[in-house]
């Protein structure tokens, strides 16, 4: 097996996500850019999505890394919207893809035409969390957008199943389609609740550090495995068991969340740069095989299909969004009023992704009797153009849209007073708590020692509100950075000490590894303090 392609494709990426943060162009709109220039450079190898490793071993990892960053409760108060989105709008762009696709595009039969639609109908969890968090969109819509992207690839994927039975001339009917559906949706959430509370109590139960973290890195490859391999939704599976695991991260041991927080970080900057790049460098792949279709009349049925997915979106979102609080007093006493701005935005963010193309590839080359499945080039190379289009247009305009809407963004000023509060009474609770143990005969310390105790719940208690306050008139720099800036400047001087001292052969490389992680430490921890 040749590593060199896959190398290639994963510093790559890497190098261009980088250069993207220091850009004014979201992170996955630069890969794609890249990955479509490179793809016909002389000597680049053909990169094909294999649907077989991005569904069970990219997929999951993905959706557990945005569920867990997730607030369970949030979801929970936005859940009507959220299921109106994941699965109604899903269902019903399916059909109106579709059924476009079979009027427009001669010789389609309906059952292809409808693949075609489950295909092209989710919109993708990365792209929106990406720029959702690039643009800073308010807190709500940024939870319908992440939680309908948690949940649609569910949706989409049995809504394709179904679909690709019949067109593969497997008798699919009405009835057996919505009872597979609701195998998957329930027997994936089924899973889910199964599978979290165990995982939850090992996650508080194993105390090595290096085993937690490799049981957090196979927990979404083993909800996803478990609930597919009972016909279920491994998707909803992964998507309930983050979320429990992330509503209940603090029961776990500290140094575990610190190197569980890095880890994850790290797994979805590799694999989020890597699959936008993948997008663009699928170009010539869907290319070959288009026949007939190649020129205008491609263009054509693609730019009918790209319309289509994103008129069909608005003609979803408003009816949804405003209809059931004209016919519910509960809802208008329950839900703050939406405004049309936010609708939509809500409707303009739907970006198309990487399981849109996994999907497409796993359309099979051939139907039940031998012959070929109908239009598949076509079908891939219309679902490579909604994903292309939607991340470019959609995925360009969102900011400068988000700007002339004049949407309120988060109140930063609003959230730092709330934590300020919620710091201050935590501090206080605290304080009252190591004084009733110093008290105690039994935990005593000599004053230097207690009195450091305090000092360090009276500067976790102080360091937001001091956030609040005016910068430095001579630097500039808020308190916040000056205090990491002198916390680095100490501990860098007892780090080149510690160094000086082994190079001198007065400590070995053991202690010296030990005196270093303790620094590491402390610098972590005032980092955290100012944060």
């Known amino acids: 097996m040749d590593v060199m392609p896959l190398l290639l494709l994963v510093a790559g990426s890497a190098a261009v996500a980088a250069a993207a943060r220091r850009s004014p162009v979201p992170a996955p709109l630069l890969l794609v850019a890249a990955g479509l220039a490179v793809s016909y450079v002389p000597g680049v190898p053909e990169y094909t999505l294999d649907p077989h490793i991005v569904l069970p071993l990219v997929l999951p990892p993905l959706l557990h890394s945005a569920a867990t960053d997730s607030s369970y409760l949030d979801l929970r108060a936005q859940m009507r919207p959220v299921m109106l989105l994941s699965v109604g709008y899903v269902l019903f762009a399916t059909f109106a893809v579709g059924w476009v696709a079979y009027l427009v595009i001669p010789g389609l039969p309906l059952t292809a035409a409808l693949v075609l639609g489950a295909v092209v109908a989710p919109p993708d969890a990365v792209a929106a969390t990406a720029v959702a968090r690039r643009v800073g969109l308010p807190s709500r819509i940024t939870t319908i957008l992440q939680g309908e992207s948690l949940v649609n690839d569910a949706t989409a994927i049995t809504a394709y199943r179904v679909a690709l039975a019949a067109a593969v001339g497997e008798g699919a009917t009405w009835a057996g389609g919505i009872g597979e559906f609701l195998l998957a949706a329930f027997g994936g959430i089924g899973m889910g609740l199964v599978l979290m509370v165990p995982i939850h109590w090992l996650r508080t139960h194993v105390k090595e550090v290096l085993l937690q973290n490799t049981l957090s890195l196979l927990i979404p490859f083993v909800a996803y495995a478990a609930a597919e391999q009972v016909h279920a939704s491994g998707v909803l599976a992964v998507v309930v068991v983050a979320l429990y695991l992330g509503h209940r991260a603090w029961e776990v041991d500290f140094a575990t969340r610190l190197q569980e927080e890095a880890v994850w970080r790290m797994v979805a900057f590799v694999l989020e740069s890597a699959v936008f790049a993948l997008i663009g460098l699928q170009l010539p792949v869907v290319l070959k095989g288009l026949g007939e279709y190649e020129g205008t ?43 049309w701005k936010g609708a939509f935005i809500i409707a303009w963010a739907g970006m198309r992704g990487v399981v849109s193309l996994a999907i497409a590839f796993s359309i099979p080359l051939t139907v039940h009797g031998g012959g070929d499945f109908p239009e598949r080039n076509l079908i891939l190379f219309l679902t490579f153009t909604t994903v292309i289009g939607t991340l470019v247009v959609q995925g360009v305009t969102l900011p400068s849209l988000v700007r002339v809407l004049k949407v309120p963004g988060r109140d930063s000023q ?94 070995d490389d053991e202690m010296l590894r030990t005196l270093l992680r303790r620094l590491d430490l402390e610098e972590a921890a005032a980092y955290r303090e100012a944060e």
């Open 414 to 507: 609003a959230e730092t007073l709330a934590e300020a509060n919620a710091q201050a009474q935590a501090s206080r609770a605290a304080e009252q708590r190591l004084e009733e143990l110093l008290s105690d005969e039994r935990n005593a310390l000599p004053e230097s020692l207690a009195d450091r105790l305090r000092a360090v719940l009276e500067r976790r208690r102080n360091s937001v509100w001091e956030r609040l306050g005016q910068s430095n008139p001579i630097t500039g720099e808020s308190v916040d950075d000056t205090y990491r800036r002198l916390s680095r400047e100490a501990i860098g001087t007892e780090r080149a000490v510690f160094v000086r001292l082994r190079d001198g052969r007065y400590i």
């Open 297 to 339: 009349r491609a263009a054509w049925y693609a730019i009918a299909v790209f319309l289509v997915v994103i008129v069909s979106r608005f003609v979803w979102v408003y009816p949804a969004t405003f209809l059931p609080r004209m016919m519910s007093a509960r809802i208008r006493e329950r839900e703050k009023n939406p405004t």
